[in-house]
């Protein structure tokens, strides 16, 4: 097997491990850092780092409108907090897919209530967040205000059309 086709093999069978593999048992620890709407890192009582995404909800990217808000807020609800991070699963990134908690109250349902995520119906299968979501909508909070939203995976798809576009514009 030719070596480029070997490496490609090593790393998908890497990402496969890492992506579905079952995740680690509930854990507490202080909140260190957000890197945005709906991702985190927390050092546990055990000194063991975890990076986070919040579980059935996408947050705006820091480039898109409302993207900084969301990450403002998250930081507001968690940073240098202790939290209870209840895993669910693990992305292909090998990150912790999970709801967090902090003082009784929800994070991921939280950043939806305000406004500033999206339920992320892709992985939100049990509708956890649609109450939420459809009363922020209703009282137009956060990003409901604006006349026509873009949800983050649009956004995300539209930025990787004009980057492909702007490569090829190059040749």
Known sequence: MPRPA???V?????????????PPPPASGKVVSVHDGDTLTVRTDGGET??????????????QAWGRRSRESLAELAQGK?????????DRYGRIVARVR?????????????????????YDRGND???????ARGRRSGLWG???????WEWRAGEAARRKAKAAARR
Do not use: M, S
Request: no cysteine.
């Open 50 to 63: 975890l990076k986070v995404r919040l579980h059935g909800i996408d947050a705006p990217e820091l480039g």
């Open 129 to 135: 967040y649609g109450p939420a979501q459809e009363a």
């Open 6 to 8: 070997l490496l490609a």
């Open 10 to 22: 090593a790393l998908a069978v890497a990402l496969a491990g890492q992506a579905g593999a079952a």
């Open 146 to 152: 604006d006349p026509a939203p873009v949800a983050p």
């Open 102 to 122: 902090a003082g009784g109250e929800e994070l991921n349902r939280e950043q939806v209530a305000r406004g500033l995520a999206w339920r992320y119906e892709r």
């Open 82 to 90: 202790v939290v209870e991070v209840l895993p669910v699963d693990r």
